[in-house]
């Protein structure tokens, strides 16, 4: 199993930047995919960026070329840098992992992110 614990949320104003961390433990060898995914209240949780095992990286089209998801290998940590950040950006950001020849899937307990003026 994986375990993902989530970081670096907060109150930012219309424009700024803040950068998530999701640490990961447990069987990390066997993570196929991670990904960040957000909850606004009210609606669906959706994908937001995703980095394969391989580096590739796909977002969802409302924050292309404003955020940009990486990881450190030898840390065991994906981020999400945002930039440009607008109010609606607002949601809690959850981290997902998805691992084993099953591809279960794991989830952190998410970070409240607040685009406010």
């Known amino acids: 199993q994986v375990q993902l614990v989530e970081s670096g949320g907060g109150l930012v104003q219309p424009g700024g930047s803040l950068r998530l961390s999701c640490a990961a433990s447990g069987s990390i060898f066997s993570i196929n995919a991670m990904g960040w995914y957000r909850q606004a209240p009210g609606k669906e949780r959706e994908l937001v960026a995703i980095?394969?095992?391989?580096?590739?990286?796909n977002y969802a089209d409302s924050v292309k070329g404003r955020f940009t998801i990486s990881r450190d290998n030898a840390k065991n940590t994906v981020y999400l840098q945002m930039n440009s950040l607008k109010p609606e950006d607002t949601a809690v950001y959850y981290c997902?992992?998805?691992?084993?020849?099953?591809?279960?899937?794991?989830w952190g307990q998410g970070t409240q992110v607040t685009v406010s003026s």
């Open positions: 980095i394969s095992r391989g580096g590739s990286t």
């Open positions: 997902n992992a998805v691992s084993g020849p099953y591809y279960s899937s794991s």
